[in-house]
């Protein structure tokens, strides 16, 4: 009865059973012999961030957090976190991946293995390591094979909601189905890239920036094996540059917003991020771009 009502009577440790062996226990003991019954544990107020904070400064790995009855609500495996990021994510995974026919044709694109992983499982991961855990997929395309692999998110500690469009709707369309978003801000990314970005200086460049959207983006440098001439309208050369690399920022098909801004986004309507982006920037709210600084790939083409 105690088991199954979820209460924290203590912890044991590797140490704490080397000690009680020491002392006479035999392995057939109950565990209450070798278990610590003065245990650190949080009862849950303070935000998940900070409590990763406090168990990283204290060395602490692991820590129960509890109602006040000690009931547990969760373990914070420290371990398993570099951060906790306080927002709610949003996996687009509903596209049908024409270019990448035929391996698309009874696979969708997300469902394409990378190493021992699919590419969709590989975000999930990444996310959850920033304590991005309530995640929503949203789906159409082949949507039922997705839910079958990657299931209710536990086995990854996840939660994992879908979203079912029944119509194709957009890289922005399927977000504002979601009528129950918990946090300030929303993150909302394609599931067709791979990436190691920090989403925790992510979040933080776009909280210290005061915008509304925030899209991480990619450098694209074009290297022109040539001199380039600069010319005046009669033709007279001003200057030249040998072989110059010129480098441009394009869009990583990650973005940050805060949830107000869904209102912008149209009922039951096709709409791209980039038809998002563009109705914001012209009601005077502001868009600022993150550089990704690690590791990003587009898996869109052969």
Not at 79 to 94: H, L, Q, R, S
Not at 275 to 290: A, C, F, P, T, W
Request: hydrophobic letters at 40%; one cysteine or more.
């Amino acid at each position: 009865d105690v088991c199954s009502s979820d209460l924290l009577l203590g912890s044991v440790s590797d140490g704490d059973i080397r000690r009680a062996l020491i002392k006479g226990a035999e392995m057939s003991n109950p565990v209450d012999r070798a278990m610590n019954t003065e245990c650190i544990f949080s009862v849950g107020e303070l935000p998940e961030k900070k409590i990763l904070q406090i168990c990283k400064t204290k060395s602490i790995r692991f820590l129960p957090l509890t109602k006040s009855d000690r009931r547990i609500i969760n373990v914070i495996d420290v371990d398993k976190f570099v951060d906790i990021v306080p927002v709610e994510a949003m996996i687009m995974a509903g596209g049908e991946g024409r270019r990448l026919r035929p391996l698309t044709e009874k696979i969708p694109k997300p469902l394409l293995p990378i190493g021992d992983k699919t590419i969709i499982e590989h975000n999930i991961d990444r996310l959850a390591k920033f304590g991005i855990t309530r995640i929503r997929i949203s789906l159409n395309y082949l949507g039922q094979m997705i839910r079958d692999k990657v299931g209710d998110g536990a086995s990854g500690n996840a939660s994992i909601e879908y979203i079912i469009e029944k119509k194709p709707l957009g890289t922005a369309g399927g977000v504002r189905i979601v009528q129950d978003w918990k946090t300030d801000a929303i993150l909302v990314m394609n599931s067709d890239i791979l990436t190691d970005m920090d989403y925790s200086d992510f979040y933080s460049d776009f909280i210290k920036s005061g915008a509304d959207i925030a899209i991480a983006a990619t450098s694209y440098v074009i290297d022109v094996p040539y001199a380039v001439l600069e010319t005046n309208n009669a033709n007279h050369v001003k200057a030249m540059a040998e072989k110059p690399s010129y480098t441009y920022y394009s869009n990583g098909g990650i973005y940050l917003m805060k949830k107000e801004i869904l209102n912008y986004i149209p009922e039951n309507c096709f709409y791209d991020m980039t038809d998002l982006i563009q109705s914001v920037m012209n009601s005077g709210h502001i868009v600022i771009s993150y550089p990704i600084r690690g590791y990003w790939i587009d898996i869109g083409k052969m």
